[in-house]
């Protein structure tokens, strides 16, 4: 079983590039969620989707763009790279019935250079 | 402004030792407090959730107690072992009831645990 996949693992930008990051998860979860992890700060949260085509901001949205086209899939892409956004970037997914278990991805260290 | 504090950063701990993580909140609308650990190059796992009409959780050596009263709740790790050496991330999720909580899942900084043999 495969939970969340994200894709791709490692990727460095210059300034300006802009990017797809991928994740798909085979749980049939309703909700999905991009995160941001950076020393000293924990998990921040970017986007999320209470299902598909429903998208919402979460602490940290500024320069992100998500859209959530099928149960599966939710990407993340980035407008134009900034060294701002050099950070390890989580998917992570649940069924979304009361506090119910988040499932994370491997996560996708990007560098921006 | 991080919404849950959580403290210390880092901490090396003794194998057979016990290892104490804090989290401190204000949002008196969170009910609901997991606990996620990380290891290098991997995603946060669930590892014990507790929510706020009990003081304390206990799951094989992983113990969570929490203080209503105080806003405050910790992760206890009896006999730590260097298996348990990885980042330690405590959470906090607003009532179900009142809105889309899932997507308001916040995090703590973050604590990384090192149990040396």
């Known amino acids: 079983n495969a939970g969340v996949t994200q894709t791709p693992k490692f990727q460095v930008l210059k300034t300006g590039q802009s990017m797809t990051l991928q994740c798909a998860q085979d749980?049939?979860?309703?909700?999905m969620s991009w995160y941001r992890q950076d020393p000293g700060m924990g998990l921040r949260l970017i986007h999320y989707?209470?299902?598909?085509?429903?998208?919402d901001q979460g602490e940290v949205p500024n320069g992100y763009n998500v859209s959530r086209s099928t149960t599966e899939d939710f990407p993340l892409r980035l407008l134009s790279a900034a060294p701002s956004q050099t950070s390890v970037y989580f998917c992570?997914?649940?069924?979304?019935?009361?506090?119910?278990?988040?499932?994370f991805g491997q996560g996708t260290r990007l560098t921006v250079v | 402004q991080q919404q849950v504090k959580q403290s210390p950063q880092s901490l090396i701990v003794q194998k057979g030792g016990i290892s104490i993580i804090n989290c401190a909140y204000e949002?008196?609308?969170?009910?609901?407090f997991p606990w996620y650990q990380q290891f290098p190059g991997k995603g946060p796992a669930l590892l014990i959730a507790?929510?706020?009409?009990?003081s304390e959780k206990k799951e094989g050596r992983f113990t969570i107690s929490f203080n209503k009263s105080a806003k405050q709740f910790s992760l206890h790790i009896m006999d730590s072992q260097p298996g348990d050496s990885a980042t330690y991330f405590c959470?906090?999720?607003?009532?179900?009831?009142?809105?889309?909580?899932?997507?308001?899942?916040?995090f703590g900084a973050g604590t990384q645990v090192v149990v040396t043999p």
């Open positions: 992570a997914s649940s069924s979304g019935t009361g506090h119910s278990e988040a499932f």
């Open positions: 749980m049939n979860h309703e909700y």
């Open positions: 989707s209470v299902g598909a085509g429903i998208t």
């Open positions: 949002n008196t609308a969170f009910d609901y």
């Open positions: 507790i929510r706020p009409d009990v």
């Open positions: 959470a906090a999720s607003p009532n179900i009831m009142t809105t889309d909580s899932w997507g308001k899942l916040q």
